[in-house]
């Protein structure tokens, strides 16, 4: 159906699909996205086109993303004042020398926060790097929609209050998205200076497309029986996205809530991988405790209670299945935090892996894993007295107490290995980049799951999932 928009901004529908989704094969939009692919082969890392010899390209191809701009604003009423500013960013960079690029006036005019609206379009292009991308900040443009149930705006004008969280699933998009980032952050966009960050995005159609490609593989690998609600997960990818969009709102507002040692997060931080592993798994763990609150919550809308419910099958088996094994075995603290899971789970016995085949207790599940989220909280409690060196040590212990560190670790000597007296960058360099390696289980899961893994690179919530060949390595 074609969706248009009030003057109110309320989206419309007519027979089939969204016009943003429509657009993707706008003239204007191709010319876009052709521009600026064209345009981030002149640019290095920083985002200048320091040849002068590229110049005159470069304005030329500048000159086509203005053009194609102008032509799809009119698509995007609501965005108005952030396009044009966008297009006067663009005009300046390219007569001012095509310089490290500087688009805060467009950056700050850019508010997809306050137009939560379902399906509604958004024309994104900024000088940008894309985690799990590109690492440079070159030229990006991408066509998105918003992500808005009924039941997400019930849980956010509740106990879930989150204002900075937008919830996106794609259109389009230039390569520095035909990757695995699955996130759209103001912090990535080239400006003079660092402004006050007002929004975070997340692709919920590609991180639920992943899923259930993954699930379905490692399903059949392990002989796993599914529950038929989690089964559901795997047939259905709007249930599935809005599954995750309930997931990273919980998972999103938790960074910064609860009893903290300080800066949980350690952005700027140079600290022992395992506790990044901790934090993302906490956060993870919250949003699974607080979605057995609302399933069991008889004030709750029908529609939020049953996702509450797959929200916990979908962090169990995103952790268990895609998180422990996927990226390198560098410092590699998400996969950590889905090892961690696993063994916990199975050292408690509600996961058991017997006769080559997995099974789980599901009616058990969810005491055992709020028990490790309680673990962890527990561990940020006592920290808040405690020195940073001492907690991180109480840090190790709590992950090695359940995950067994390499033989040649000498964080697993104990404290008397460490130079405890030395700069704190000194301990932190004892750790192993593999610290916690994969066990024999997962060693074996790895070898059969890289292919799927892999293959996920660039999905969206378009794929045809249900007829592509799923790869396994032998």
Not at 14 to 33: E, F, I, N, S, Y
Not at 68 to 86: G, K, Q, V
Request: hydrophobic share 45%; net charge negative; glycine share 6%.
């Amino acid at each position: 159906m074609v969706t248009t928009l009030s003057p109110a901004g309320d989206v419309r529908h007519d027979a089939g699909r969204t016009v943003t989704a429509g657009l993707a094969h706008d003239p204007a939009w191709l010319a876009l996205k052709q521009a600026a692919t064209e345009l981030q082969g002149l640019q290095v890392k920083d985002g200048s086109v320091p040849e002068p010899a590229d110049h005159e390209a470069a304005r030329a191809l500048i000159g086509q993303i203005v053009a194609s701009i102008e032509t799809l604003a009119p698509h995007f009423p609501h965005d108005a004042e952030y396009l044009r500013l966008l297009v006067a960013d663009f005009t300046r960079w390219a007569d001012t020398g095509l310089g490290v690029p500087d688009f805060l006036d467009s950056l700050l005019a850019f508010a997809p926060q306050e137009h939560r609206t379902n399906d509604l379009g958004h024309l994104v292009v900024f000088p940008m790097y894309t985690q799990n991308g590109s690492t440079s900040r070159l030229v990006e443009a991408v066509l998105v929609e918003v992500i808005w149930p009924e039941f997400i705006g019930e849980l956010e004008a509740g106990n879930y209050s989150n204002k900075l969280f937008v919830p996106l699933r794609f259109v389009d998009f230039t390569p520095g998205y035909d990757t695995n980032s699955a996130v759209l952050f103001p912090e990535s966009v080239a400006v003079r200076e660092t402004p006050t960050f007002t929004w975070g995005a997340i692709f919920q159609d590609r991180e639920a497309a992943r899923f259930r490609r993954v699930l379905r593989a490692a399903a059949d690998v392990t002989s796993l029986d599914l529950p038929e609600d989690a089964a559901a997960l795997i047939d259905d990818q709007a249930l599935t996205q809005e599954t995750f969009v309930m997931w990273d709102l919980i998972h999103d507002r938790t960074h910064m809530r609860g009893d903290l040692p300080f800066d949980p997060f350690m952005i700027k931080q140079r600290m022992p991988y395992f506790l990044y592993s901790l934090e993302e798994l906490r956060c993870d763990l919250t949003a699974y405790r607080e979605s057995v609150a609302v399933e069991h919550d008889e004030s709750a809308s029908p529609e939020a209670r049953k996702q509450a419910k797959l929200v916990q099958y979908a962090v169990i088996f995103d952790r268990i299945f895609r998180f422990a094994i996927t990226g390198s075995r560098v410092r590699n603290y998400d996969g950590l935090g889905g090892q961690l899971l696993f063994a916990w789970l199975h050292q408690h016995r509600v996961l058991h892996w017997t006769d080559t085949k997995l099974a789980i207790d599901w009616a058990d599940v969810p005491e055992v894993v709020m028990a490790l989220g309680q673990a962890i909280e527990d561990l940020y409690w006592r920290s808040i007295d405690r020195p940073k060196l001492a907690h991180w040590l109480a840090a190790y212990d709590l992950v090695s107490a359940t995950l067994t560190p390499h033989p040649a670790s000498v964080w697993a000597k104990g404290p008397d290995a460490l130079p405890l007296t030395g700069a704190l960058r000194e301990v932190t360099d004892q750790v192993m980049d593999d610290e916690f390696p994969l066990s024999m289980f997962y060693e074996a899961l790895s070898k059969k799951m890289a292919g799927v893994i892999e293959s996920t690179s660039g999905i969206t919530g378009s794929s045809d999932l249900d007829h592509t060949a799923l790869p396994h390595t032998a």
